[in-house]
């Protein structure tokens, strides 16, 4: 159980245009969604918290007209790239959390672009 | 702001224990945990102790905690060429809306 997917694995796009990645808690209803992201030889850089219904709540430094995150429903968050930058390219992995406890993280999106 | 630190390299020969060590700054926090990375994956949750436990032990892996010096460890017996991975220490803290930080991770090389 809890299991956390993430599509899409690798996407590469041309500078300038979007790009949005799912994240979806395929069997449990997660309360809080997070979006992380790990450039290389680094850790994982949290960039914001969305919780369903509302708007998300973005870490300092990180722009949120650049990085629009969605928390549709309780097993779906996408969070979209908006004209995208060579130096937007990492590894952008989600989490989704069902309590205080624990969190659960999809396999990650590599994003590479152009 | 709060931080959490762990050495990046770490070399074992197999069928050795490994430790890799980790400290901390927040006095807030609730869980700590240990990630597992393997290449090219994601994170995977290997093993996490409340912050009231001084020890837990799940098959190899042993977690100590010394709460007064905000030190964590995770020890892997027996250490396995399959145990090759960035393993990531992570907090996460009552007084940061239980956000967790991770420390950069520790490069685990397994030499035969």
């Known amino acids: 159980g809890a299991v956390v997917s993430q599509h899409p694995s690798w996407v590469i796009c041309k500078s300038g245009t979007s790009v949005k990645i799912e994240c979806r808690s395929l069997?449990?209803?997660?309360?809080?969604m997070f979006w992380y992201r790990q450039f290389p030889k680094q850790s994982l850089m949290l960039m914001a918290t969305?919780?369903?219904?509302?708007?998300?709540?973005?870490e300092q430094g990180v722009e949120k007209d650049k990085f629009l995150i969605n928390h549709a429903s309780l097993t779906l968050s996408t969070l979209t790239v908006t004209s995208a930058h060579p130096e937007d390219s990492s590894f952008y992995i989600c989490?989704?959390?069902?309590?205080?406890?624990?969190?659960?993280f999809g396999p990650g999106t590599r994003l590479t672009v152009l | 702001g709060e931080d959490v630190e762990q050495s990046l390299f770490l070399s074992v020969r197999e069928g050795d224990s490994s430790v890799i060590n980790c400290t901390y700054t927040?006095?807030?926090?609730?869980?700590l945990y240990w990630y597992k990375q393997e290449p090219g994956a994601g994170l995977q949750l290997l093993t996490y102790?409340?912050?009231?436990?001084d020890m837990k032990q799940d098959q190899r892996l042993t977690v100590l905690l010394n709460k007064k010096d905000k030190h964590l460890s995770l020890r892997i017996a027996d250490t396995q060429t399959g145990d090759s991975a960035i393993y990531f220490c992570?907090?996460?803290?009552?007084?940061?809306?239980?956000?967790?930080?991770f420390g950069k991770g520790t490069r685990l090389h397994i030499l035969p």
């Open positions: 992570a907090e996460m803290g009552r007084n940061r809306d239980d956000k967790i930080i």
């Open positions: 102790i409340f912050s009231n436990m």
């Open positions: 069997d449990f209803q997660a309360t809080t």
């Open positions: 989490s989704a959390a069902v309590d205080r406890n624990e969190q659960f």
């Open positions: 969305s919780n369903e219904g509302s708007k998300a709540t973005y």
């Open positions: 927040d006095s807030s926090s609730t869980y």
